[in-house]
């Protein structure tokens, strides 16, 4: 319950600050809480506190990727690149900071789960699905939906948060 | 912005709060809980629907520290770990008098009463540590690979700054400590880490775009610093509503767990941007300086 209202505040603050994209990182981040609970089913993983931990964690990074491509989306749109163009250089610009600092996270993730006991191997399980699935949505679900969106002609800089745009 | 410049600003803030922290320890030391100190667990079967506060007020009134949490179908059964006291028979026989007297129930609602050890908390921290550990080594290899070693060992040694901060934390605040307390220095462990190779990234991106000629590394970190701030921001500030919302509506077990994590997300941006970054800067700079002075022999 108490999760639900945090995941609803990530939801709104997204949305508020990020316009357009924000709606999209929220589509990308509701899919991803739900293949998360979908693989602890499968698992048949039993929820400890270190395993909401595991989870809460991951969905900060699930946020992060997403912040990081929007972030660097409006610097691309603000030096003036078309749409498109501005995509491409996001995601491939943000790929290496999602991918070292994942890596990290999973590097300890993976350790916990070999040497750690008990509890521990539950925060292990629960932060390496967390963020295996975070890195597929922000990687592949972000980008084909913000793709869609770009496609059907939504063109205004003001939706994806460009106040204005300094051409070079 | 002059990030770096002012470094020492920013090293006296985390040194003054980790002496502050340790100084708490050493006075008053730590509130270590059930899981470290022991204890007993007692489950009891109310036979009805119950307001589980009511129990915790109860047990309060004996000034112990104690988990109570609901149990069994119908939730109608009452799960009790008490942390050791002097006088453990005597308050535990005193508790379960005030519960059989409340709910009208005797000795035949008691389903279980047993001593637990300090053993679980203390198996289960060694074991953390090693891990911590080993996982330090492997993740110093790998950003040693791909960025350089000066970066691994900024990230490593900001990573060290947030778990004492949080300890800190906890010391001060006297928050008590139980497992849950392992698995918020875990998460803060990986949190803090993530959030360091971002900011990195763009110092090895900018380094890249601008040469290493044309910029010196104080320039380039607060350069990237500043192109990372609204990120970091927002990237801290959306996992602190997830974790202040478990905070504010949460259980008191999940309490203790959330306050070392809330200071440690803060502690974990803080140390990217203001610990780990003039750390590499300052090496990086003392290097290239070295270097500068050979070629000069």
Not at chain 2, 94 to 119: C, F, H, M, R, W
Not at chain 2, 266 to 272: F, T
């Amino acid at each position: 319950m108490a999760g639900a209202i945090g995941v609803a505040a990530v939801l709104l603050f997204m949305l508020l600050y990020y316009r357009l994209p924000g709606l999209v990182a929220d589509v990308a981040l509701i899919t991803y809480i739900l293949l998360v609970f979908l693989v602890l089913a499968g698992t048949g993983a039993t929820l400890t506190l270190p395993g909401i931990a595991g989870i809460v964690l991951s969905i900060g990074m699930a946020v992060d990727a997403n912040v990081l491509i929007f972030e660097r989306l409006k610097e691309e749109l603000k030096a003036g690149k078309t749409l498109g163009a501005a995509l491409d250089a996001a995601f491939h610009r943000a790929l290496s900071a999602i991918l070292d600092s994942n890596i990290t996270t999973l590097i300890a993730g993976i350790v916990l789960y070999f040497y750690g006991t008990g509890t521990i191997k539950g925060f292990a399980v629960t932060l390496i699905i967390g963020i295996a699935v975070s890195m597929f949505t922000a990687v592949v679900v972000t980008r084909y939906l913000l793709k869609l969106v770009m496609d059907f002609g939504i063109k205004n800089l003001k939706v994806y948060g460009v106040k204005e745009v300094t051409a070079q | 912005m002059k990030i770096i410049e002012r470094r020492w600003i920013w090293y006296s803030i985390s040194i003054a709060i980790i002496v502050v922290g340790i100084a708490f320890m050493l006075i008053r030391g730590l509130n270590f809980g059930i899981d470290f100190r022991g204890g007993t667990l007692m489950e009891v079967n109310i036979g009805k629907s119950y307001d589980v506060e009511d129990i915790r007020a109860m047990i309060k009134a004996h000034n112990v520290d104690a988990y109570v949490s609901q149990a069994g179908d119908n939730n109608q059964e009452v799960l009790i770990r008490i942390a050791s006291v002097p006088n453990d028979d005597e308050v535990q026989a005193q508790i379960l008098n005030d519960i059989k007297e409340k709910y009208g129930i005797d000795d035949s609602a008691v389903l279980s009463i047993e001593k637990v050890g300090p053993t679980v908390g203390g198996e289960l921290t060694r074991n953390a540590i090693y891990a911590i550990a080993i996982a330090c080594v492997l993740m110093l290899i790998y950003i040693w690979i791909r960025f350089e070693i000066r970066f691994g060992v900024a990230a490593i040694i900001a990573l060290v700054h947030d778990v004492l901060i949080m300890s800190a934390a906890v010391a001060i605040t006297n928050t008590q400590i139980n497992t849950p307390f392992v698995a918020a220095v875990l998460t803060i462990v990986g949190y803090s880490i993530n959030d360091t190779i971002v900011v990195f990234d763009r110092i090895r991106e900018n380094r890249r775009k601008l040469g290493k000629k044309k910029m010196s590394p104080f320039e380039l970190a607060d350069m990237s610093i500043e192109q990372t701030l609204a990120r970091s921001i927002n990237t801290t500030l959306t996992t602190l509503f997830t974790i202040t919302a478990l905070y504010i509506l949460g259980v008191p077990s999940i309490k203790e767990f959330a306050l070392p994590i809330m200071i440690g997300l803060v502690s974990g941006a803080y140390s990217s941007i203001f610990i780990a970054s003039p750390i590499w800067a300052t090496w990086t700079q003392r290097d290239a300086m070295e270097k500068a002075a050979v070629h000069k022999r």
